[in-house]
Antibody
């Protein structure tokens, strides 16, 4: 089955760190650009970061630049997000998301179920 | 940065047609994707590249894009279509994706 499964969310104090993981299965993981997209409680979707398949290139939203690091291990079919210096506004559900390589203009064609990150003292 | 504007909510009776708009400066020059998110679930791609449907998405869903407005249209709306809908484009100047604020579709 083609799927993405996130883990690693939880409660963390402001200023703390957390590492999210995403396990991919059912497709050739290394061929795909991958993303993290988050959603604050009751709010809309916000793109956080992406990494190319190689991985030769990464990019971050301004809101997390310098604090978050995206990485991947193609041998383990896994995507990661290291989150440091966490703030209350980082609270939300974090989705692992695949960028299509077959659909035109590269939409997000596969989403995980998400993992909840809560930043609070 | 590029801003996408969606109405917060749209209501429609079952069997009628729902129209959700996504406004952006010269959005017709971009490719627009639409996602459906039901409560407690992950988003699902329903329209890509303005008006193409991924495999498994009903023909009742369609899209258009002209001028400063992209539109998601759902005909013969069903109770199961009740969800939040998000438009998304790729902003070339910053080389990153941008989402609209989302529209809650309520089936009366």
């Amino acid at each position: 089955e083609v799927q993405l499964l996130e883990s690693g969310g939880g409660l963390v104090q402001p200023g703390g760190s957390l590492r999210l993981s995403c396990a991919a299965s059912g497709f050739t993981f290394s061929s795909y650009e991958m993303n993290w997209v988050r959603q604050a409680p009751g709010k809309g979707l916000e793109w956080v970061s992406y990494i190319t398949g190689s991985p030769t290139s990464v990019r971050y939203a301004d809101s997390v630049k310098g604090r978050f690091t995206i990485s991947r291990d193609n041998a383990k079919n896994s995507l990661y997000l290291q989150m440091n210096s966490l703030r209350a506004e980082d609270t939300g559900v974090y989705f692992c998301v695949r960028t299509s390589i077959t659909l035109s203009w590269l939409p997000f064609d596969l989403w995980g179920q998400g993992t909840l990150v809560t930043v609070s003292s | 940065s590029y801003v996408l504007t969606q109405p917060p909510s749209v209501s429609v009776a079952p069997g009628q047609t729902a129209t959700i708009t996504c406004g952006g400066n010269n959005i017709a020059n971009k490719s627009v994707h639409w996602y459906q998110q039901k409560p407690g679930q992950a988003p699902v791609l329903v329209i890509y590249d303005d008006n193409d449907r991924p495999s498994g998405i009903p023909e009742r869903f369609s899209g258009s894009n002209s001028g400063n407005t992209a539109t998601l249209t759902t005909i013969r709306v069903e109770a199961g279509d009740e969800a939040d809908y998000y438009c998304q484009v790729w902003e070339s100047s910053s080389d990153q994706p941008v989402f609209g604020g989302g529209t809650k579709l309520t089936v009366l």
